[in-house]
């Protein structure tokens, strides 16, 4: 079994290059402790919490079209549209599933996925 770090995204309008070329298609990784904690430094952050998203995306997004790289003037140029469909994408890719584990039903030898809850108290 593979653990998936990677995801592909179609933007709904696209970013728009100097060229006029439109880039639609591309890749996010999954979020580190880095990718969260890190940008909380930068200047422009710390004037503007809302700029977080701006950096956080520059970080995690891997590929957009053809572009040779993905920068903050990027993710600051995409229409309002992409910039929200991309917020949703990263919290869906990084929020935590529940562990499911393959075991074997006692009574009927049937092998099933039975879901590990681990927010759930144990008593």
């Known amino acids: 079994m593979t653990f998936q770090t990677e995801y592909n995204f179609v933007l709904p309008k696209g970013y728009v290059d100097q060229n006029g070329t439109v880039h639609r298609e591309g890749t996010m990784r999954l979020a580190n402790a880095g990718d969260e904690i890190l940008p909380l430094r930068d200047p422009k952050v710390q004037q503007n919490p809302g700029y977080l998203t701006i950096i ?14 993905i920068t903050t003037k990027t993710i600051e140029s995409l229409f309002t549209i992409d910039l929200a469909y991309l917020q949703d994408f990263y919290e869906r890719i990084n929020t935590m599933e529940m562990p499911r584990y393959k075991c074997v039903c006692p009574h009927c030898g049937e092998e099933v996925d039975v879901p590990v809850n681990f927010m759930e108290a144990v008593e």
């Open 56 to 69: 956080l995306l520059t970080r995690v997004i891997t590929r957009l079209g053809t572009l040779p790289m």
